[in-house]
């Protein structure tokens, strides 16, 4: 059984990393990381990407209230 080797304590914010701030990044970096994937298992891992995919695809297809309001009603 594999287990990750290291606890991050402290802000992510203030780590060496950047954190993802778009869904379809963090996915892309999910997909790259074999190491969880080995955590997680990879049938778990394919189809959470797989999932995870599929509803940010669907996300990116709605307007959303603020779009709604400062794009389209005040062009």
């Known amino acids: 059984e594999k287990r990750p080797d290291k606890?991050?304590?402290?802000?992510?914010?203030?780590?060496?990393?950047?954190?993802?701030?778009?869904?379809?990044e963090a996915l892309d970096l999910f997909e790259e990381a074999t190491a969880l994937?080995?955590?997680?298992?990879?049938?778990f891992a394919r189809v959470?990407?797989?999932?995870?995919r599929a509803e940010y695809d669907e996300f990116l297809q709605v307007i959303s209230p603020w779009e709604r309001e400062h794009l389209l009603l005040n062009v």
């Open 7 to 24: 606890q991050f304590k402290g802000d992510a914010y203030d780590g060496a990393e950047d954190i993802p701030r778009v869904l379809g």
């Open 37 to 43: 994937h080995e955590v997680l298992g990879a049938d």
């Open 48 to 52: 959470y990407s797989i999932v995870k």
